[in-house]
């Protein structure tokens, strides 16, 4: 089987977030199971495309987010291979458009809310009323050309069979993926020395918050838990950027127990994974957006760590709290600071939490049974017919 990736981001240009990790991953997955695989990505870095987003600049700016959905579009149709493919996997509504005019089955998989999610970067409520009709529209026509829609949490599932009228047999929720070989379980002595190699010394209680510096990641609340944990050996690294990071950072200001670490490159993540005590994930609502399966917390999970998740979207679909992680109450720090002191306490509770996490995760997200979940969707979207 010859199956043609596509998607609107470059996970080789770029790696800051779960989407580009899952390209990576599920490529690797599906090459392992011998599918044949091509990739056509959107090309940010290229020449033309940095002289179109300056003239996108002489535009007015109501006219902007009409115009650069179009171009990306445009981007890929123009690049689409001419080698023979049995099946399209599309992985957001505008490489799924850009793909329309070939006669391949389509598949979708959706990391979120396209239209909802793009506004949540405009400042100006006015140009976001104006704005997310447009983009809704964009969405509606990439769902239309879909043979099978995959989504990475059940919230997700249900938005497009309600917003959309999308059918529910040609719908499934499929989670994320991870490398649980890169993220794994250390040793306590393995443990101490990467706490000395990053900084930090060996009775110290670190927290690790690998998020983006973006409102619906909702850091703020857990750096607000600090002022709730008194424990003068716990430490906390926000390893991200974004633009929330000045009220952040003026937020943290006061507490030297608080570290900022900026923008670690995946590849280059796994030991703080590995050196950390606890994996914080305080996702918030936001804009109507919750968190799907965020990658993040997988990851933690993998490491055999105790993850603290808020208690929404796709988090509390995979985390049981007290059994392979820990939920607390979204923009609430004393609860966050409630859950790190009793891991802080329980030291054995959260041995044990840690290697059902990593147990969950080997069985339900390897990114090679993950793959081969996805392959059985071609099979069934192409017939019983074509062969891997």
Known sequence: MHVLLTSTD?????????KHV??????????????QVTTLYYNKK???????????????????????????????????????????????VLSILAVAKTFQKKVLTLHGYFARENVEFIKSEKDRKAVYPFLLQFEREGLKNADYIITVDQRLKEYVISEFKYPAN??????????????????????????????????????????????????????????????ENAKMIIAGDGPEREEIVKEAKKDSRIHFAGTIPHDKIGPYYMMADVILIPS??????????????????????????SDIGGMHEIVQGMKNGMLVEERNPVDIANAIRTVIENRGLSAEIGNRARKYVLQNHSFVAHAGKVVQIYRSVLGEGVNA
């Open 10 to 18: 470059n996970p080789y240009t770029t790696q800051l977030g779960g």
């Open 22 to 35: 899952h390209l990576i991953l599920l490529e690797r997955g599906l090459k392992t199971l011998n599918l």
């Open 284 to 309: 918030i609502t936001s804009h109507g957006i919750q968190e799907a399966s965020s990658l993040a917390m997988l990851e933690g999970m993998a490491s055999g760590k105790v993850v603290i998740c």
């Open 46 to 92: 290229s020449p033309k495309e940095f002289i179109k987003k300056a003239t996108l600049f002489l535009f007015p700016k109501k006219y902007r987010y009409n115009l650069k959905p179009k171009w990306i579009i445009d981007y890929l149709e123009r690049r689409i291979p001419r080698n023979k493919f049995n099946i399209v996997h599309a992985h957001d």
């Open 170 to 231: 040609k719908t499934s929720v499929m989670y994320n993926a991870t490398d649980t070989n890169r993220f794994r379980p250390t040793s306590e002595e393995e443990q101490r020395k990467l706490k000395k190699t990053l900084g930090f010394s060996t009775d110290h209680f670190v927290m690790l918050v690998p998020r983006r510096l973006i409102e619906k990641n909702g850091v703020i609340y857990a750096v607000r838990s600090m002022k709730h944990v008194k424990n």
